[in-house]
């Protein structure tokens, strides 16, 4: 499989695991080691530092060193250019669902219309 070098592309994949979504999550309330992030997964600390490796390729976590405690911390700025790419999206459904009340508003005048003519 070819590496990804994408920023974004980087990011969603890290994110399609709901693994990675927990550890982030976690991460989100303070830094954590290996086996602080391991606790509610029934997984191997081996596991859980692959899905640490994966979310550091992808810069959403970073890993600092004190004395023998390597504690990662979350990294939330790959996660900006995700949100700005999804907004984008988000307005075309508003839009969509604005243009759909709109349709819906019209169908029911007209049945009020109907309705009074009878």
């Known amino acids: 499989m070819a590496q990804t070098t994408d920023t974004l ?3 969603f994949a890290a994110l399609a695991d709901p693994t ?3 550890i982030l999550a976690r991460l989100a309330k303070g ?4 086996t602080e992030l391991a606790e ?3 997984m191997s600390l081996a596991a859980v530092s692959k899905h ?14 004190e004395a023998q405690w ?12 995700a949100d700005e790419w999804v907004e984008r999206y988000r ?3 508003e839009e ?5 009340d709109e349709v819906l508003h019209e169908i029911k005048n007209k049945e009020k219309s109907r309705d009074r003519k009878r």
Not at 56 to 64: D, S
Not at 70 to 79: H, V, Y
């Open 52 to 65: 640490l490796q994966v979310l550091e390729r992808a810069k959403l976590v970073e890993r600092g060193r």
């Open 31 to 34: 830094e954590a080691s290996v």
């Open 70 to 81: 390597r504690p990662a911390r979350l990294n939330a700025t790959p996660l900006r250019a």
């Open 20 to 22: 990675r979504r927990a």
């Open 96 to 100: 969509s669902f604005d243009r759909l």
């Open 9 to 11: 592309s980087l990011t």
């Open 91 to 93: 307005e075309f459904w």
């Open 40 to 42: 509610p997964f029934d």
